[in-house]
């Protein structure tokens, strides 16, 4: 087939400007995704079944269990106020770091979309992004360290509101008894679940808690841990002492370790 | 332009909420920018939406009054016409020009009015393609003149400001490229289809091989 291509300037004019193009609405989607004015979302396995990972431009913003993707959509755009569509799956980069992180990989950097959310908040998630894999902390430990002592109740507020739960590993905050406590993916059976999963005895924890043994201390280092810390899982059967509380240990002449930093909760609410 | 004026007043004030505007607004002639320049859609889909991204960055450094004064059609021209030169030097490092790939890209349709006969389409398809081919075997610096100035419909002075050029020197820019084009289009007796990369200004048009 041959055209008549116009050979005039006005004519050629003319036809230049039919070569304009519409741009595929997914430029400008990810234009407003890049810029963090919009989200999208994509589903990974983990311990606790598939999750949805919501991200944008500035990090991950949500992870939560999947389910109907309408229904997390509207709740999504309800509680953070952004559009949100579903993608094939998350950029290599932030899959990657996700899966090295849920593997145990501490020093993986995740960046994190946490923007609309307190200091106090974001104070308390990034301590919990300390506690190793394996170990467990009470939230009065957290309240403690972000100079907090009394916030307790607080920090449990916080971790409950925690919006990428397993990227922050919220699981890993119990109560300062010893048990096991809430989880916002699932209740306490998802946490023993999660924390099995991360080679952690949940069984053997809450009955070391049940008798009452919060700390676990050496004789022969007179050196004071939380029960998890893995400087206390070290201590030999022949060693290793409990203590209900840190006072009792330091008046039995233990120092706290260095590692897991027990606190005090004496006089917390 | 007086949507660009009202819009650069509201992204001044407030560029998260302005910035979903300006996507809807731009996109398609940044993504034509970017495929006329390039010849390639994929290309140029990366190149636009990066355009997009650098132009939100860009606004979140400056202060206010700089982004209220901001001509949007010629500085966002000329965000997409640096991206689009840089990536077309990463294709160049990766494709030697002796390369067979497809080079040309007709793009996305325009949404048809569905007015237009079927034969009366194919044959604008056609001539879109031929031109689009054409455009590409002009030197990078007549095509980018001839992008911005009579596909995007730039002005003369926003030609020269988004590319920081002379008047002068993109009216005479703009002046060969139409008379290539012309000259180009003069000894095509047929639909071409380039059969590999930019071959070098002036080579006969013959070198291209016509399809049926």
Same mark, same amino acid.
Request: proline share 7%.
């Given at each position: ?55 944008? &431009? ?18 999504? !755009?309800?509680?953070? &106020? !952004?559009? /949100? ?9 932030? &899959?990657?770091?996700?899966?090295? *992180? ?11 979309? =946490? *923007? ?25 430990? /957290? ?12 920090? &449990? ?35 023993? *679940? ?35 810390? !893995?400087?206390?899982? *070290? ?10 509380? =840190? ?23 | ?51 997009? $991204? ?26 997409? $016409? ?59 610096? $007549? ?70």
């Amino acid at each position: 087939m041959t055209t008549t291509l116009p050979l005039s300037d006005d004519a050629l004019a003319a036809s230049l400007r039919d070569l304009r193009s519409a741009a595929p609405a997914s430029i400008g989607y990810g234009a407003l995704v890049e810029a963090g004015l919009a989200d999208r979302y994509a589903t990974i396995p983990t311990e606790l079944g598939a999750v949805f990972v919501a991200w944008n &431009g500035r990090g991950v913003s949500w992870v939560t269990k999947a389910g109907e993707r309408d229904d997390f959509e509207l709740r999504f !755009r309800v509680a953070v &106020g !952004r559009e /949100i569509q579903p993608a094939e799956a998350l950029p290599n980069d932030l &899959g990657q770091a996700i899966t090295r *992180r849920l593997a145990g990989d501490r020093r993986v950097r995740i960046p994190l979309d =946490l *923007r609309g959310r307190t200091p106090f908040e974001v104070a308390v998630w990034t301590k919990a992004l300390e506690i190793p894999r394996g170990e467990v902390r009470p939230y009065g430990w /957290i309240a403690a360290e972000i100079g907090k002592p009394k916030a307790v109740r607080a920090v &449990g507020t916080a971790l409950a509101h925690n919006p990428v739960p397993l990227v922050v590993p919220c699981h890993r905050v119990v109560r300062s008894d010893g048990m096991i406590g809430q989880y916002s993916m699932g209740g306490p059976d998802a946490k023993r *679940r999660i924390l099995a999963a991360e080679g952690l005895d949940t069984r053997w924890l809450e009955a070391e808690a049940a008798r009452g043994n919060r700390y676990t201390g050496s004789d022969t280092t007179h050196i004071v841990c939380h029960t998890t810390c !893995r400087d206390a899982r *070290r201590v030999t059967d022949r060693h290793r002492v409990h203590f209900p509380s =840190l006072a009792a240990a330091a008046s039995a002449g233990y120092r706290p370790c260095k590692h897991c930093r027990p606190v005090s909760l004496a006089g917390v609410a | 332009m007086d949507t660009d004026v009202a819009l650069a007043i509201r992204l001044a004030g407030d560029v998260d909420a302005a910035f979903p505007t300006l996507v809807a607004e731009h996109s398609d002639r940044l993504y034509t920018i970017a495929l006329r320049l390039l010849g390639d859609g994929r290309d140029a889909e990366e190149v636009a939406q990066d355009a997009l $991204v650098r132009a939100f960055r860009a606004m979140h450094e400056y202060p206010h009054e700089r982004i209220a004064e901001l001509r949007l059609r010629p500085w966002l021209a000329s965000i997409t $016409v640096n991206l689009a030169r840089n990536r077309r030097r990463r294709i160049d490092d990766r494709q030697p020009p002796s390369s067979l790939e497809p080079m040309l890209d007709a793009g996305y349709d325009p949404p048809s009015d569905g007015a237009a006969a079927p034969a009366v389409t194919a044959a604008r398809r056609e001539t879109q393609r031929e031109l689009a081919a054409l455009l590409l075997r002009l030197t990078p610096a $007549v095509r980018t003149a001839i992008v911005l100035r009579h596909i995007d419909g730039l002005s003369l002075a926003e030609t020269a400001q988004a590319l920081g050029r002379p008047e002068g020197t993109i009216k005479a820019q703009v002046f060969r490229g139409l008379r290539e084009l012309r000259a180009m289009l003069e000894v095509a007796p047929e639909p071409l289809v380039p059969i590999h990369a930019p071959a070098s200004a002036g080579q006969p048009l013959r070198a291209l091989e016509a399809v049926r």
